[in-house]
């Protein structure tokens, strides 16, 4: 295996890592934004108004998005699984 198929495989696997936590990410980042300025505008400083609204939609994310996710992993792996040969051969 030399240095170009190495990195090749890297970037592939940090690749489905961004993919598979963009939606949570993307989730976490709005809720917080919103709730922080409900909270900058009501003057609340409660730290459970934020937790438990990014708590829910996280939740919500992995609930319905687990079909997406899953056929994505599922895909991934059956890519590394046929070039596991290749790989060998050189």
């Given at each position: 295996m030399?240095?170009?198929?190495?990195?090749?495989?890297?970037?592939?696997?940090?690749?489905?890592?961004i993919i598979a936590f963009l939606p949570v990410g993307?989730?976490?980042?709005?809720i917080g934004m919103l709730v922080t300025v409900l909270q900058s505008w009501l003057h609340l400083?409660?730290?459970?108004?934020?937790f438990v609204p990014k708590l829910?939609?996280?939740g919500a994310v992995l609930f319905f998005g687990w079909w997406t996710f899953s056929i994505g992993f599922?895909?991934?792996?059956d890519?590394?699984?046929?070039?596991?040969?290749?790989?060998?051969?050189?």
């Open positions: 030399n240095t170009e198929l190495v990195v090749k495989l890297m970037q592939q696997d940090v690749w489905q890592a993307i989730v976490t980042v709005t400083n409660d730290v459970s108004l934020s829910i939609g996280v599922v895909h991934w792996m890519h590394l699984a046929l070039s596991v040969p290749m790989w060998l051969q050189h």
